[in-house]
């Protein structure tokens, strides 16, 4: 059902990254879906690129599910030896069969994928250009996939910068921005004093104060534990889809106030820092 008129404020929407436990960001689009939510700029990171990316491009979350359910983890991950970055083809593939050989300014609503060019350590906002490599860029995690070329840029996955790019909706004039978490319990504490493990949690730490920037430039934040799937398995989608649709039907109430303007809204200023080229 769609209770909304003609909106005349701009929102925006930012998915965050995560891995699979990405799946749950259909969820919440199935949420925006029941209640006639349209964005007008969309944005993410990682598995949020490529989820973004197909909800600017008029996907419905039933065609997300179908492509979800049908993927493998092979297809995205080439290699098979541990250690050895696989290329990006798979995630490019993806991109190719499901959109398009398209740019990113060809979706129906503009969008960005948020990466980090390792040259010059500068986070990127991608809003032009090859979109399949741009998505791609997005999601090269360091150590598991190799760096993807893009123009001068040596592009890497831009949750090293910002898991959650609530921010960057603002730099595109939006009022309100709705941003989705798909990692919600990315940190938690240890008891052992071995190094991997005393490593592991200081790489959750640091991840943890990743995501700050996210959650305080959101108007309101979907987040979701998935913390009992692992983000390298295509394992549990129902479960994670189920878990984002109620948590987003949850924070409705909210939601609704931002698309009639009720809500109290925040500003770029507040917390704008950091480098950002935007290409």
């Known amino acids: 059902m769609n209770i ?10 930012a998915f965050g990254g995560g891995g699979a436990r990405g799946m749950s960001h259909i969820g919440v689009i199935k949420a925006f879906e029941e209640y ?42 080439t290699s098979k030896v541990f250690f050895v970055p696989s290329k990006t083809e798979g ?10 050989d398209i740019n990113v300014e ?17 986070e990127l906002c991608i809003s032009h250009g090859n979109l399949a490599k741009a998505v791609a860029g997005s999601c090269c995690v360091p150590g598991i996939f ?27 004039d939006c009022d309100y921005v709705i ?14 004093t071995k190094v991997l493990d005393v490593l592991g949690c200081t790489i959750r730490t640091l991840m943890k104060s990743n995501a700050v ?17 692992k983000s390298t398995k295509l394992e549990g989608i129902d479960e994670m889809v189920e878990a984002g649709y109620h948590n987003a039907i949850d924070l409705m109430p909210q939601i609704i106030k931002i698309f009639q303007g009720k809500a109290k809204k925040k500003h770029l ?9 935007f290409i």
């Open 213 to 229: 920037k996210g959650y305080m430039c959101a108007d309101v934040m979907i987040a979701t534990d998935n913390k009992r799937f």
């Open 179 to 192: 941003a989705v978490d798909c990692n919600s319990t990315r940190t938690y504490g240890t008891d052992s």
């Open 269 to 277: 200023k507040d917390f704008d820092k950091g480098e950002i080229d």
């Open 106 to 122: 060809d979706l129906k609503t503009p969008f960005s994928a948020v990466a980090v060019d390792i040259k010059t350590t500068k």
């Open 36 to 77: 006639g939510l349209k964005f007008d700029y969309i944005c993410g990171t990682s598995v949020g690129s490529i989820i973004g990316a197909a909800y600017a491009s008029g996907k419905t979350w039933k065609e997300l599910y179908h492509i979800a359910k049908t993927l493998k983890v092979s297809d995205i991950r």
């Open 146 to 172: 190799q760096p993807v070329e893009f123009g001068d840029a040596l592009l890497c996955d831009g949750g090293l910068q910002n898991t959650i790019p609530a921010n960057i909706p603002r730099y595109f």
């Open 4 to 13: 909304f008129g003609r909106k005349k404020l701009k929102i925006g929407l």
């Open 91 to 100: 995630i490019e593939s993806l991109m190719v069969d499901t959109l398009g």
